[in-house]
Structures are given as C-alpha cells and as structure tokens.
C-alpha cells in the first residue's frame, strides 16, 4: 500500500454529469460522523501517532482537514460568483504547526460539520454549466468547478485513511 496516497490519487473524469457530483456530495454528507467514529474516543497518545515516519499525526490530520475544506468551500463559492478569480494557495505545512492545531479535534469537526453541510447544500444545486465554471490557483492554474466538487470528496476520504492507518497496527 502506498501510504502516501492510501485511496490512490485523485482521480476526475474527463466528462463529470451532475450524477457524480450527487455521489461525491454523499460522501461529504456521510464524512463528519464517519470522522467522529474514528476520532472522537482518542486518547492523546493515540492523537499523536503519525501514518508514516515524518507524516502529520492524527490531531494535525484533523484540523487540516477542517482547514482545507473551508479554503476549498470559499474558492468553490468564488468560482460560482466571480469570473476566474484568482485565488492564493497556503502553505498546509506552516498551517499545520500554527498554536490552534494542539487543540482538541472538537471544534475542527464541528467546523466540519458546518461546512460539508453548506458544501453538500451549496452542490445539489450545482448546474452543468456551473460545473463549467473555474478559478484560478496561483499556483495550479485553471480549476473548474466539477473538479474542485471532486477534490471536496476525496481529500476528505484521503485523509480518513491516513488517520485509520496511523490508528492500525502498521501506522508509527
């Protein structure tokens, strides 16, 4: 298993219908109490382990998820509202280490809650040439909407596996 990239890479089709975009609402819907399940009975010693020698460990997976999703939720929104904006990236490492995230897990999965129900809320009524739609990323380029839809999903589902492998007998 390559634990870098546990669920494989992200992966979007060349043609993506709004029958995908439902799927991977789904599983933004279903995420938080998923998370929770894995999260929420951890010691501390458990929030420290990491998946593979030098990774985030499990509380800094956490609040990089919620972290994330909200970065991704606004330029979502940009994308649906303004022509390409032009949007700046951030550096998820020094995110990462920044004093908020020794804090508990609690409030980034409730800030998860939040955002993956406006996300889900905000998708379902997602047209087909909405999905056309795009921003810019300062550093990635031109990304449409359908594949912004897509990373929502599965950066979430990603990052799960990390933490489910760091929890397992062959995390460090």
Partial sequence: MNKRFPIGQLKVP???????VQGWLNQIKTY????????DSLSEKELGRQYREGSWNVRQLVHHIADSQLNMYQRLRLALTDNSPTVPGFDQDKW????????????????????????????????????KRSFIHEENGEIPVATKLAKLSWHEEH??????????????
Avoid at 32 to 39: D, F, G, I, W, Y
Avoid at 97 to 110: A, F, Q, R, W, Y
């Fill in 96 to 131: 990462a280490v920044l004093p908020d995230t020794g804090l508990p897990v609690e409030p980034s999965v409730k800030m998860l809650e939040g955002i993956n129900e406006r996300i889900v809320a905000l998708g379902r009524s997602i047209t087909e040439d909405q999905l």
């Fill in 159 to 172: 990052h799960l596996e990390h933490i489910k492998l760091a929890l397992s007998d062959s995390g460090q």
């Fill in 32 to 39: 938080t109490p998923r998370l929770r399940e894995t999260v």
């Fill in 14 to 20: 060349d043609q993506v219908t709004l029958n995908d």
